[in-house]
T-cell receptor, first 113, second 112 residues
Framework: DAGVIQSPRHEVTEMGQEVTLRCKPISGHNSLFWYRQTMMRGLELLIYFNNNVPIDDSGMPEDRFSAKMPNASFSTLKIQPSEPRDSAVYFC???????????FGSGTQLSVL | GENVEQHPSTLSVQEGDSAVIKCTYSDSASNYFPWYKQELGKRPQLIIDIRSNVGEKKDQRIAVTLNKTAKHFSLHITETQPEDSAVYFCAALFSGNTPLVFGKGTRLSVIA
């Protein structure tokens, strides 16, 4: 298996633009997590899914953030409109058993100018 | 709410020395405690984990100990090498259908 695949690896955009981050979890994994990492706040859980169903989105900072998982092999995290303070590394992770042995993707480095 | 405290935030050791990172957690019902290593510019990767029915687990130069009574667990790295330099995150899985809660991380520097 190629592991958790995220795209793009880097995204540079201007304030106000829509940003869509993509994730393909490991085949067979039932849980998918979106994290945001910054120097100041560390690893923050934004939202997670079990069997494609969103379980807890309390970590999503604002209504500008939304996430979907239309099927077991694909998820998106969308920011609309983006702001400079959204600049961070966004990681997607998946696991076979919810919360245990997370496998992280390579992350998306987002810069909002 | 559920919380994981990790310290120190930075740690420098001489090559060959041991390094110890400690974490405390808030929920006594927690039953799973992993450690992740994140090298500069890379993804976090699981390096070792322990369950609440075990007091210690070793894997070559790394070991994790768990004290359930005191609600803390520690990562021990012996004979440190420059490639051990990274940020290490502890985490805990709390009771109920909740995901892992991570500590803030420890930046370990091994000085050759």
């Amino acid at each position: 298996d190629a592991g958790v695949i995220q795209s793009p690896r880097h995204e540079v955009t201007e304030m106000g633009q829509e940003v869509t981050l993509r994730c393909k979890p490991i085949s067979g994994h039932n849980s998918l997590f979106w994290y945001r990492q910054t120097m100041m706040r560390g690893l923050e859980l934004l939202i997670y899914f079990n069997n494609n169903v969103p379980i807890d989105d309390s970590g999503m900072p604002e209504d500008r953030f939304s996430a979907k998982m239309p099927n077991a092999s694909f998820s998106t995290l969308k920011i609309q409109p983006s702001e400079p303070r959204d600049s961070a590394v966004y990681f997607c992770a998946s696991s076979l058993i919810s919360g245990e042995k997370l496998f992280f993707g390579s992350g998306t480095q987002l810069s909002v100018l | 709410g559920e919380n994981v405290e990790q310290h120190p935030s930075t740690l420098s050791v001489q090559e060959g020395d041991s390094a110890v990172i400690k974490c405390t957690y808030s929920d006594s019902a927690s039953n799973y405690f992993p450690w992740y290593k994140q090298e500069l510019g890379k993804r976090p990767q699981l390096i070792i984990d322990i369950r609440s029915n075990v007091g210690e687990k070793k894997d070559q130069r790394i070991a994790v100990t768990l004290n359930k009574t005191a609600k803390h667990f520690s990562l021990h790295i012996t004979e440190t090498q420059p490639e051990d330099s990274a940020v290490y995150f502890c985490a805990a899985l709390f009771s109920g259908n909740t995901p892992l809660v991570f500590g803030k991380g420890t930046r370990l520097s091994v000085i050759a």
